[in-house]
């Protein structure tokens, strides 16, 4: 279930009447590797095996799907991960929310993403579609994330209410699927800071396309990555912050 209804009040010019309102609801996560608690998680209760699969991945804890050996969810909100290894964890917990990003991003951390896919703006344009949701429309308290072939099509699609966790979900859909991640790009409704962009850049994602705006940090990590960072993307346009060659002309 993503939502609740409430008893509301509205009050506007013409005075005060009772109304209704439907909250998207989120709940906390805790997220084990190997026995070890890594992440408390405020997420939308679905998809948690692919926010799983996705945080392992995007977080750079595993550097690939197979890495992961098993997920399982108890009725206690706790996602146990399996993985190949036996990396320290002593120091990673953390604690995400939706109003916080929280995400793992050493400065000093030499990624590059090898992908030498292209992209149309008009692929773009027409993709913006897929990030609509009605849970959007009904709460106003969600963010989408969804992994877009060079087509046009969405293979993988995620709506939380953490612009992070969406896109962790889209991504571990995508990787459950066998999709390989450096043919598409992400599109999301969410800011872009360093953090998110390097999301990207651990799956090997050749593109990041925002709603919304990039922060410096975004920026930052999107040039010294090879990503071609977009957005303000609109069907009327678009900014392109990082690594223009990756759009057609």
């Known amino acids: 279930m993503f939502h609740q209804q409430y008893n509301t009040v509205v009050i506007d ?3 005060q009447q009772q109304s209704s309102f439907t909250a998207a609801i989120e709940e906390t996560f805790d997220l084990y590797v190997n026995n070890a608690r890594i992440a408390s998680i405020l997420a939308s209760p679905a998809q948690l095996e692919q926010l799983a699969v996705g945080y392992l991945v995007c977080e750079g804890i595993v550097r690939a799907p197979s890495d992961i050996t098993g997920v399982n969810i108890d009725n206690q909100n706790r996602i146990f991960s399996t993985i190949i290894g036996n990396a320290d964890f002593d120091l990673w917990f953390e604690i995400r929310s939706s109003g916080c990003i929280g995400v793992n991003w050493e400065h000093n951390e030499v990624l590059e993403v090898e992908s030498g896919m292209h992209f149309s ?3 773009i344009r027409s993709s913006l579609h897929h990030i609509e949701s009605d849970i959007h429309r009904s709460t106003r308290g969600t963010h989408a994330a969804c992994l877009i072939d060079r087509d046009g099509g969405c293979v993988a699609r995620a709506v ?3 612009r992070h966790n ?3 979900k889209a991504i571990g859909q995508a990787l459950m699927d066998g999709v390989m991640p450096g043919e598409h790009f992400i599109l999301s ?3 872009q800071p360093g953090g998110m962009v390097l999301k990207a850049a651990r799956a090997g994602i050749p593109m990041v396309v925002t709603k919304t705006a990039p922060l410096n940090s975004g920026i930052e990590a999107a040039r010294r990555t090879g990503i071609c960072l977009v ?14 060659w990756r759009l057609d002309e």
């Open 231 to 244: 957005g303000f993307a609109t069907i009327d346009g678009m900014t392109v912050f990082a690594n223009d």
């Open 121 to 123: 703006p008009e692929v």
């Open 160 to 162: 939380d209410v953490g």
């Open 13 to 15: 010019k013409n005075g």
């Open 166 to 168: 969406a896109i962790d």
């Open 189 to 191: 409704t969410g800011r």
